[in-house]
């Protein structure tokens, strides 16, 4: 969401993810956007019939384990990238987002496991910057744009990307404004 509808979702999921995850010590991630879900649809009180309310949001989460060298993945609308060989990988599960409806109260999130390769680079985002119209307003960035940007950039060092993405972006946009919120976080492991 945008403006204050989508600072309002941010508190609200950051507040219940802290529960969730600090307080009931859940650390899966599809169990945790399972628990998510639940919570924002009782909260907002999309179980009440007739309850107008259709807000949520879209939720990556990744909890990883060193030792066995494995990353668990579960998202809610989002996809993961990693680039390994220089070759964009695509993690894409049930496209539902977190609330909205009664209807979406039973639904389950579930998870993947990917095999960490040191030589990784993983990214997790939000659909602003492939959202992003040029500075003609006509053409999005794309989709297609951001995974081959993520390709260009997966062997720099974090400064780098940042400074590749962040140009990159200035550049398409131009002096037209920003859409819609961004949010890329890149990590090897």
């Known amino acids: ?27 899966a991630p599809n169990e945790i956007l399972n628990h998510l ?4 649809i009782k909260l907002l009180k999309q ?16 909890s990883i384990n060193k030792q066995k060298t494995k990353m668990l993945y579960s998202s809610a609308s989002r ?4 680039v390994r060989d220089g070759v964009l ?8 987002s977190i609330g909205g409806s009664y209807e979406d109260y039973a639904v389950t999130y579930e998870a993947c496991e990917i095999d960490i390769d040191p030589n990784d680079t993983y990214f997790l985002f939000s ?23 993520f390709v260009e950039i997966s062997t720099l060092d974090t400064t780098n990307q940042y400074k590749i993405v962040d140009e990159r972006l200035n550049d398409w946009k131009g002096n037209r404004n920003q859409l819609d ?3 890329i976080i890149g990590f090897k492991i």
Do not use: W
Not at 89 to 96: F, T, Y
């Open 1 to 27: 969401g945008h403006g204050i509808p989508g600072a309002f979702m941010s508190i609200i999921g950051s507040t219940i993810l802290t529960d969730i995850v600090i307080d009931k010590k859940i650390t």
């Open 37 to 40: 879900n639940r919570n924002i």
């Open 47 to 62: 179980d009440d019939e007739g309850s107008s309310s259709r807000d949520g949001m879209d939720v990556s989460i990744c």
């Open 79 to 82: 996809p993961m990238y990693y």
């Open 89 to 96: 990988n695509e993690i894409n599960l049930k496209n539902h």
């Open 127 to 149: 659909d602003g910057y492939a959202d992003q119209f040029d500075k003609t307003d006509r053409i999005k960035f794309s989709s297609k744009r951001l995974k081959n940007l």
């Open 181 to 183: 919120d961004i949010t």
